[in-house]
């Protein structure tokens, strides 16, 4: 009980700061921490949260300054941004970008995420993902012309639109759950399959397509993920690096000049994660391109749209 009321006179007196117009410090608190989102008698701190957001609402339909508070809450197997803005009354928008969620169909569990009792949209002030970034291209009006409340939550500045929604476009960009090409000029020289490899002059399957592409140019993730492996010197891919995705895919960029980016770290969908080059077995520069589902081999070109050159 005890640290049930320290949470309470936290809140409130954060609640206080940011009505006068005092910029968010989130990152000076420790949240509130949600064990569940479910409505019953052990579980006062989401009738608390529950409570906190109908005042938030309320207070913006009245052109108050916004209250700005956040809590604490473990996604657990089903959770969805789609399941926790219904359980939240919170919009999956501000969920989204407070957490940097970058698509609607990204795996939430395990994650701790903030959930904020004010809706809006929640712009990093350097952005990181494709949404991101986006997201401050479309608002850089409001958000660079001063009409945002700065906040600093968790050591990060965002810029709090209140009550902003993502337009049309933005939410189509949100739900899209696609894959985009890792080359956006290329020649396709080898497709998924059997073929006589420019090696060996062997039938030999290709488990993968090749693109070719002059040395230097820049290789993207053709979807959000974490960095499983980055290889160098290997004697058939030379460097390169595998990706994981969520639904049980891996995505393997090979023959690289360069490596940008390192194991564990997570990437965004077209973020820059190396150089084409001629490393390992290759006869000229090019980028090796593998798709793998569920521990599986198959054709990138059954998932991206193949909008390069075709070589004849």
């Given at each position: 009980m005890k640290a049930f009321a320290v949470h309470i006179a936290k809140a409130f007196f954060f609640i206080l700061l940011t009505a006068i117009g005092?910029?968010?410090?989130?990152?000076?608190?420790?949240y509130p921490v949600l064990p569940s989102l479910r409505s019953h008698s052990t579980n006062p701190l989401y009738r608390q949260y529950q409570q906190e957001v109908e005042e938030a609402s309320k207070a913006y339909r009245a052109g108050k300054e916004p209250y700005l508070n956040f809590y604490a809450y473990t996604a657990t197997e089903g959770d969805s941004i789609f399941t926790l803005a219904a359980k939240c009354?919170?919009?999956?928008?501000?969920?989204?970008?407070?957490?940097?969620?970058?698509?609607?169909?990204?795996?939430?569990?395990?994650r701790?995420?903030?959930?904020?009792?004010?809706?809006?949209?929640?712009?990093p002030r350097t952005p990181k993902n494709s949404i991101e970034i986006l997201l401050a291209k479309e608002h850089?009006?409001?958000?660079?012309?001063?009409?945002?409340?700065?906040c600093k939550i968790q050591g990060e500045e965002f810029?709090?639109?209140?009550?902003?929604?993502?337009?049309?476009?933005?939410?189509?960009?949100?739900l899209d759950s696609g894959m985009q090409l890792p080359l956006e000029s290329y020649v396709l020289t080898s497709t998924f399959g059997m073929r006589i490899s420019p090696i060996s002059g062997l039938w030999k399957f290709h488990r993968g397509i090749d693109m070719a592409a002059p040395i230097g140019t820049s290789i993207k993730a053709c979807k959000s993920g974490v960095v499983k492996t980055v290889g160098k010197n290997d004697y058939t891919y030379g460097n390169y690096v595998l990706i994981?995705?969520?639904?049980?895919?891996?995505?393997?960029?090979?023959?690289?000049?360069?490596?940008?980016?390192?194991?564990g770290t997570r990437v965004s969908k077209?973020?820059?994660?190396g150089k084409v080059g001629v490393t390992g077995l290759s006869t000229g520069p090019h980028l090796h391109f593998e798709i793998k589902q569920n521990g599986?081999?198959?054709?990138?070109?059954k998932y991206i749209k193949t909008t390069g050159k075709r070589a004849h």
């Amino acid at each position: 009980m005890k640290a049930f009321a320290v949470h309470i006179a936290k809140a409130f007196f954060f609640i206080l700061l940011t009505a006068i117009g005092v910029n968010c410090h989130a990152d000076d608190w420790s949240y509130p921490v949600l064990p569940s989102l479910r409505s019953h008698s052990t579980n006062p701190l989401y009738r608390q949260y529950q409570q906190e957001v109908e005042e938030a609402s309320k207070a913006y339909r009245a052109g108050k300054e916004p209250y700005l508070n956040f809590y604490a809450y473990t996604a657990t197997e089903g959770d969805s941004i789609f399941t926790l803005a219904a359980k939240c009354s919170v919009p999956q928008d501000s969920i989204a970008t407070v957490n940097h969620i970058e698509n609607g169909n990204e795996s939430l569990e395990g994650r701790t995420l903030l959930l904020p009792t004010t809706a809006g949209l929640y712009i990093p002030r350097t952005p990181k993902n494709s949404i991101e970034i986006l997201l401050a291209k479309e608002h850089s009006v409001e958000i660079y012309g001063g009409n945002g409340t700065v906040c600093k939550i968790q050591g990060e500045e965002f810029y709090f639109l209140q009550g902003t929604r993502f337009s049309p476009e933005e939410r189509a960009f949100f739900l899209d759950s696609g894959m985009q090409l890792p080359l956006e000029s290329y020649v396709l020289t080898s497709t998924f399959g059997m073929r006589i490899s420019p090696i060996s002059g062997l039938w030999k399957f290709h488990r993968g397509i090749d693109m070719a592409a002059p040395i230097g140019t820049s290789i993207k993730a053709c979807k959000s993920g974490v960095v499983k492996t980055v290889g160098k010197n290997d004697y058939t891919y030379g460097n390169y690096v595998l990706i994981a995705h969520d639904g049980g895919m891996t995505s393997m960029y090979a023959h690289m000049s360069t490596v940008s980016v390192t194991e564990g770290t997570r990437v965004s969908k077209g973020q820059e994660i190396g150089k084409v080059g001629v490393t390992g077995l290759s006869t000229g520069p090019h980028l090796h391109f593998e798709i793998k589902q569920n521990g599986q081999h198959e054709d990138p070109q059954k998932y991206i749209k193949t909008t390069g050159k075709r070589a004849h």
